[in-house]
């Protein structure tokens, strides 16, 4: 028996690597700099953006670091890997916020090995070594937003 879930529909259509990418650096951000997923991300094949919330302008170093990270994630091949949840459960363990007001009551949870976990419809791949190389091309910080500009290699 197949199990069905009562989803809303995706609009998007991603490309795999760079949006499983984005989860990975989004990950990395909370853990570094104690703050949120992305507030607002562009994310397409050739090159992407992710703005965050920052009280403070990073370093050159810090800077590094991110995309040092995200690569060392990249480079274990985690499993990618969906289960799926009520509203009510995922209140618990995800900010929910940013989930649309028509957002069914069942939700599809993106887990990346270990290292993140969150509700995303999207698009992604099977393992994160499929992802290839994360590079941040640049950078820019006007309180209280980070933008950071990446491809993949």
Known sequence: MIEQHQLNEHNKREYPPMHTAEHILNQTMMRMFGCKRAVEAHIERKKSKCDY?????????QIQDIENKV???ILQDLPVWVDYTTQQEAIQQFDLTRLPENASEELRIVHIGD???CPCLGIHVERTAQIGRVKILSWSYCYPRLRLR????
């Open 115 to 117: 290292y993140d976990a």
């Open 150 to 153: 990446f491809r993949l290699d």
């Open 71 to 73: 690569n060392e994630i």
């Open 53 to 61: 919330e920052l009280l403070q302008q990073p370093t050159e170093q």
